[in-house]
Nanobody, 118 residues
């Protein structure tokens, strides 16, 4: 079965940095474009960043462009998100999944909480 396990979140002050990790299993990771999503309390899920299957193309939401960097290691089935210059509005639960979200990628991991506060 498809599984995503996110980690690396925590409490950080504005301007700080975090590195999120996602361990993926149950599918051929290297053939899928992957994304980081986030969902803040009371808000809809938002696409944060995406990366192509071979890391050749990346895309970012305007709100995080220049501050976040998505990367992947296909040999390890790992997806990463480096977050710099964090802002309070980045506070959210962060999830990883495929970019397509089509079956069988219809379930979500537990996510990892990022809280940016002074």
């Amino acid at each position: 079965q498809v599984q995503f396990v996110e980690s690396g979140g925590g409490l950080v002050q504005p301007g700080g940095s975090l590195r999120l990790s996602c361990a993926a299993s149950g599918f051929t990771f290297s053939t899928y474009a992957m994304s980081w999503y986030r969902q803040a309390l009371g808000k809809e899920r938002e696409l944060v960043a995406s990366i192509s299957s071979t890391s050749g193309v990346t895309n970012y939401a305007d709100s995080v462009k220049g501050r976040f960097t998505i990367s992947r290691d296909n040999a390890k089935n790992m997806l990463y998100l480096r977050m710099d210059s964090l802002k309070p509005e980045d506070t959210s639960v962060y999830y990883c999944n495929t970019r397509s979200l089509v079956s069988p990628f219809t379930s979500w991991g537990q996510g990892t909480q990022v809280t940016v506060s002074s």
